[in-house]
């Protein structure tokens, strides 16, 4: 199964989405123990506070790129999420300018609409769906960074890898991503 944008892609990119939609997990080695760093997010999300949401993020992104051996990244955590084009801005990831830049990855922990705070899956999920983009190109070496099956799959792998089984629904962005990738 292909997603309808496929078919707007040109020959080299349908090979790049080929090539990410054979991938349907990341295997994250020595798990278990994020498990304990990923429930701290939680009540601390809860509690609106930023500054210590976005360390913990901070510290689930650089675990994550520390087992897998893969460039570290940055991780913000902005307050409220702002309007993009096709609704809610979610979470963005920005490929450095050069090579030795750092990668950035921005989550918003507030809504547009309400400004509550999002739930804590979503908020994981988020983060973990602009860590996969990264991994797309630092892991799996892809020359761009698309929204196929499988990214959607890898993302799934690893929110049960550090959250447990019951994985919430995957939000789906049908476009692919360039150098910037903004997610809603
Ligand atoms: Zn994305």
């Not at 210590?52 to 570290?72: C, H, K, M």
């Not at 084009?85 to 450095?96: A, K, V």
């Not at 509550?116 to 983009?133: D, N, S, Y």
Request: net charge positive; glycine share 6%; proline share 5%.
């Amino acid at each position: 199964m292909v997603f309808a944008y496929y078919h707007r892609l040109n020959k080299h990119q349908q090979r790049i989405y080929q090539q990410s939609d054979a991938v349907a997990s990341i295997s994250l080695p020595d798990a278990g123990p994020l498990h304990n760093l990923t429930q701290q997010l939680s009540p601390v999300l809860a509690q609106g506070k930023r500054p210590a949401v976005e360390q913990l993020a901070q510290q689930l992104a650089t675990e994550i790129t520390t087992r897998l051996g893969v460039a570290p990244l940055r991780v913000k955590v902005l307050t409220v999420r702002p309007n993009w084009e096709t609704g809610e801005l979610h979470g963005e990831y920005s490929r450095p300018a050069t090579r030795r830049g750092t990668s950035v990855i921005s989550v918003w922990m507030r809504t547009a609409a309400r400004g509550q705070v999002v739930a804590f899956r979503t908020f994981l999920r988020t983060l973990l769906h602009e860590i996969c983009h990264h991994l797309d190109y630092e892991l799996l070496k892809l020359a761009d960074s698309l929204h196929t099956e499988g990214f959607y799959k890898r993302e799934s792998s690893l929110l049960r890898q550090l959250a447990g089984a019951h994985a919430a629904p995957t939000r789906r962005t049908a476009t692919g991503p360039k150098i910037k990738a903004r997610d809603n």
